[in-house]
Every structure is written in C-alpha cells, then in structure tokens.
C-alpha cells in the first residue's frame, strides 16, 4: 500500500494591522492529490458562511418562465428521437428526462425531479432524489447498450444559482460522451500509474489508507465509501463517494442507488448546518476500465460575502488551481456525526 497523503506546509510573512501591524505569519498548505497529483492551496481561515436570501431567490423564479413546471413541461421541452429514446422522453415516477438544450456531449439529457418547482436541501431526502437519478441512470445505460462510441458517463446536478443553475426548478444532467472530460482523464491516469508502479489496485488501497487514518473518514453505507476529500475542489471542503464494488456503469443497479443517496441526504444535511444552500454533484461511471471505480464528488457553493461575489475566481478558472479557505479534517468530526446517526 503506498497511497500518499502528500503536503508541504508554508507561510507568508506580514506586517499584520490587526495586530498592531507586528510581524506575524499567515501559514497554508499545497496538497497534492493522492490519484492525480494535482495541486491545491489549504488555508486555515475563521470563515463562517452566512445564510444566502434563499426565499428571495425563490420568489423571484416563480415570476420567471420556467420551463420544467407541470403545466408547460411538454411543450415547452424538446423530445429525443425515436432511436435514441423510444417515445421521446423517459419518465419514472414524476422524474422525466429529457434532451439538453445546451448539450454538453453528445448525449446530453435533463432530469427534471418533479413537478416541484423548489425543493429545500432538507427536503432532498433519499425518496425524493430516487426517481431523478435512478431515470438518469437508467437513461445512460440504454445509450451504453445503442451506442459503442460512447466510453464515459456522468450524472452531474448544479443545485441552486450559485452552483450554476439557471433554473431553480430541481433537474439533474446525464450526459454521455466518446471523450471523457479532465477529471475522468486523470483519475483514469492516475489509476493506471498507480497500477503500474505499486502493482496494486489504487481505489481498494485508498479506501483502506483512509479507513485507517480516520482523519477525513466519515463512513460507509452499504457498498458505497464516504471521505472528506483530502484534496477539495472548491472554496469549501468536499465530499468523495466511492462504489468499492463497482468498477463500471454496466454493473451498477437499481439497489446500489440507495446506499449513494443515503449517503449524499446525509452529506446535505451536514452542509445545511454549516449554512450552505447549494451545492454541486458529479457521479462519474465508465464502459469498461480495469483501474476505475464509479466515483461521485459532492461540492458545496456559496457566495461568501454580502456583496454577491462568486467563490470561483482566478485560482480556478486560469490557473486551473483549488483555493479552499480550511481543511478538511477540521470539518470531519463534525461531518461524520451525520453518517453515525
């Protein structure tokens, strides 16, 4: 077993004004994540996110056309051909997916959850999410089974408008593609390195490294691995999933969808009580790798401050570098709490 938790601890060096401008110094970490060796900046900062005007936003929606309500749903949404999808659209219980407007691969649907057009974070509970990703799944299986061009798959929702939702009507989007985006690229690298210089099998020694340091672990529910993500993507700590027995879409059934929802309704609620209202979601599967496992990430998002400015800035978007504001472990006791209940 050689995963590594790899960081190198540094400072600034400031004359402080809050402390009578004296000498003080400001410390952060750049890790290295333990797959990818990518790189991200840690920093240890008192932040403590505010309650966004969630009503608010709410209200406004409601005086703006929204495509997904009940009583426009099926004229104002496009249908997939018969080939793609027989009938135009695949519906399981009030979820429905249908075609992306602003398609993203190839195949690139939308989930639309229900006939509700707002849902709060406590009522995302396993029930209300199942119908949604199970369609969504069930979704990308079929075109796994029409298609052999297509490799790569992932089930990704963008929850409110400062996770980037034009739309507060709940909808997630599957999308399948013969390219896999960056992160599925590296994770897929990064595996296969692994397997080549260690010789063993990256996901099996990283859940167990985890499981035996403790300091990110929260928990596991059934099948499915629950972390804190030793690398975050974001302003604020993350959350990882993996499938320990799930190696590709193929595999993953109908059963192993409970556990995962379980596990994210619990992600959620320990969110809400650190004050956050949004959040982002990936579930990455594949055809057929030998060193991949299906994968999930669940991202919190915010605006941080009053003024409305967003938590991505240049770190992420041209240096391609996270910025998250404090670790991890100091969040996990916390968290875990949620997965012990």
């Known amino acids: 077993m ?97 075609p992306n407007l602003v398609p993203f691969d190839r195949y690139a649907g939308v989930t639309v959850f229900s006939e509700r057009h707002y849902i709060p974070m406590e009522d995302l509970t396993p029930e209300t999410m199942r119908d949604p990703f199970l369609a969504s799944l069930l979704f990308l299986q079929r075109l796994e089974k029409i298609d052999s061009r297509v490799r790569f798959f992932s089930i990704n929702w963008n929850y409110m408008p400062p996770a980037g939702s034009s739309i507060v009507h709940p909808h997630l989007q599957p999308n399948a593609s013969e390219v896999p985006t960056n992160h599925v690229r590296l994770q897929l690298e990064g595996a296969a390195r692994y397997a080549g210089e260690q010789g063993g099998d990256f996901w099996a020694d990283f859940v167990e490294a985890e499981r035996r340091t403790g300091e990110r672990y929260l928990g596991e529910v059934g099948a499915t691995f629950w972390v804190m993500s030793f690398l975050p993507l974001g302003f604020l700590p993350d959350v990882s999933c993996i499938f320990t027995r799930r190696r590709r879409l193929g595999e993953l059934k109908e059963d ?57 800035a240049c770190p992420q978007i041209l240096h391609r570098e996270s910025f998250t504001v404090y670790p991890p472990e100091s969040v996990c006791t916390k968290f875990r709490t949620f997965f012990e209940r």
């Open 2 to 98: 050689a995963v590594s938790f790899k960081k190198i601890s540094a400072s600034a060096r400031i004359l402080n004004p809050f402390k009578d401008h004296a000498l003080d110094e400001l410390p952060f970490e750049i890790r290295f994540d333990p797959l990818t060796g990518e790189t991200g900046r840690v920093f240890h900062l008192p932040f403590k996110a505010e309650k966004p005007p969630v009503e608010e936003t709410v209200n406004r929606s409601r005086d703006v056309f929204c495509p997904f309500c009940p009583e426009v749903l099926e004229k104002s949404t496009p249908a997939f051909p018969e080939d793609i999808l027989p009938g135009g659209r695949l519906k399981i219980g009030g979820a429905s997916v249908i």
């Open 256 to 312: 192993d969808l409970s556990p995962f929802l379980d596990g994210l309704a619990r992600t959620l609620r320990a969110y809400l009580e650190e004050n956050v209202h949004s959040f982002n979601v990936a579930l990455f599967a594949v055809r057929d790798a030998p060193n991949f496992r299906i994968n999930a990430r669940i991202c919190p998002r915010l605006l941080p401050r009053p003024i409305g400015n967003s938590d991505v």
